[in-house]
């Protein structure tokens, strides 16, 4: 299993565009890079998958470079809604098992 | 669409004493899920159903964790003896069979709030 970091924290002001890193070193070839947010008292919400270049959804864009060892979330003008926890996670093509890391705890300020 | 739905969503136990958590999921959905997620981390897979059958059951504490979905649908995990330790949120989260990387049909419900005093 990809082991993956990113920030245990982050502080954004509504309006302005976060961008959340996640480092995934030992990615495989057949991996996924998926993010999921968590809201409290709810359980993770998919967001966004991706495997090379750029995704972008209604949510989301996710960036992830030639070498696949990191990839970036980016939320476009946050609101104070988007206030929770953003996971990062290496999938494997044909599992059906997600390993949730500790996340990164986004906090939008007013 | 229902999503997956779970009960209770608050449960207060006294260590020793034993809980059991309900879970239905989505309806077609073969796949199902049971999360452990302690305060402060991620969620973590405790045993994975496909229709009746477990496919993964390697993290759930066998000796005092037991969970079932007899008929391919509803699941029960159940806790007995509980300890300070299982104070947690249980997760159920339901799938289709062999969706891959295409993972959007793996839908959470909102959990079970177990505290143990």
């Known amino acids: 299993l990809a082991k993956t970091t990113q920030p245990i924290s982050m502080d954004s002001y509504e309006g302005q565009e976060v961008n959340i890193t996640c480092s995934h070193n030992?990615?495989?070839?057949?991996?996924?890079i998926t993010w999921y947010q968590q809201f409290p008292s709810q359980g993770p919400r998919f967001i966004i998958q991706?495997?090379?270049t750029k995704v972008t959804n209604e949510v989301a864009s996710l960036f992830i470079p030639a070498d696949r060892k990191s990839s970036t979330l980016s939320l476009p003008r946050v609101s104070l809604s988007d206030t929770a926890v953003y996971y990062c996670l290496v999938v494997l093509t044909g599992a059906n098992n997600l390993f949730f890391g500790t996340g990164t705890r986004l906090t939008v300020i007013p | 669409e229902a999503g997956v739905a779970q009960s209770p969503r608050y449960k207060i136990i006294e260590k020793r004493q034993s809980v059991a958590f309900w879970c239905n999921p989505i309806s077609g959905h073969a796949t199902l899920y049971w999360y452990q997620q302690i305060l402060g981390q991620g969620p973590k897979l405790l045993i994975q159903?496909?229709?009746?059958?477990?496919?993964?059951d390697s993290q759930l504490p066998k000796d005092r964790f037991s969970a079932e979905r007899l008929k391919g649908v509803d699941s029960t995990l159940k806790i007995q003896p509980a300890k300070l330790e299982d104070s947690a949120v249980y997760l159920c989260?339901?799938?289709?069979?062999?969706?891959?990387?295409?993972?959007?049909?793996?839908?959470f419900g909102s959990g079970t709030r177990l505290t143990v005093v």
């Open positions: 030992n990615i495989a070839t057949n991996d996924y």
């Open positions: 159903f496909q229709n009746n059958g477990v496919v993964d």
């Open positions: 991706g495997y090379k």
């Open positions: 989260a339901s799938s289709f069979p062999g969706q891959g990387k295409h993972l959007y049909g793996y839908t």
